[in-house]
């Protein structure tokens, strides 16, 4: 099969042999899969990958052990845990230290026609949500993450810095917990397409307030961190969603003499996620900037990294093979 590959110095499409799944795993077809910006970041260097990259997909499965699978249209947890460490078995699976992360940690990843997840992982996609919205669920459970990790208050007022695709869901998501929310971001275009779904926005030049009881900060930029402190009130909450192969220096002393709570934020649950989707709470489709057929895949990553870009995503499904 054919595969992007990333080895460390260079993107490159090559030809593999068809993953062979172990007896928990599955066998899948890529149908679509989607770049992010984590996949930018490892081209970059983040996390040391070799392999074939890719996370975010819709697939339909074609081998498995539970045979009622075949067929079926799935999205899948990205994290591989091993289910028998002590993190495993206090419910802190996606912390495990064994595991292994599709296409980001020593598991090749969905830009490839086949790829393997264990069945634990995978989602049955329903039918009215179509492969272009399906292949939004993991960045959805994303940002349902935070709902699992903050206690939003009806009257709490919210900044989403970061106008890209994430902060966009996250801003959706997060919208009808909250007195106030503003998107705060550096993209007019990418900022009135939010306006459209009744989100308040700003650009980051007009931001006055210092008064936020909640920043999220999903720039994908390790200088933001220390702006997004200084919007935020004594005793706010500072939430990070950004991962970048660089490294941030922030003033811990604006932490103790503010009293500031800071909550890291990773992988999130599906099942939310897949439900909002189906909804139509949170609109994803309009955030589809380019698609491209996986020949064209190299420079879809081209085309990705331009800032007014907001999501890229490939099409296997009229793939020749
Ligand atoms: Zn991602
Ligand atoms: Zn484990």
Redesign the pocket.
Known sequence: MKSLYFDGKELLIKEVPIPIQSKDEVLIKVLMAGICKTDLEIVKGYMGFKGILGHEFVGEVVDAQNKSLIGKRVVGEINC?????S??LRGM?NH????TVLGIYNRDGVFAEYTTLPEKNLHIVPNGVSDEIAVFTEPVAAGYRILEQVQFNSNDFVVVLGDGRMGQIISQIINPYVRKLVCVGKHSQKMFLLNIYGIDTCLLDYWKDKNVDVVIDVTGNPTAQSFALNMLRPQGTLVIKSTTEQSNSINLSKLVVDEIKIVGSRCGPFEPALKALAEKKVEVEYMISHKFAFEDIINAFEVAQNKDCLKVLIDFRNNKG
């Open positions: 845990p091993c289910y028998r460490c993190f495993c699976s495990c230290p064994n595991r």
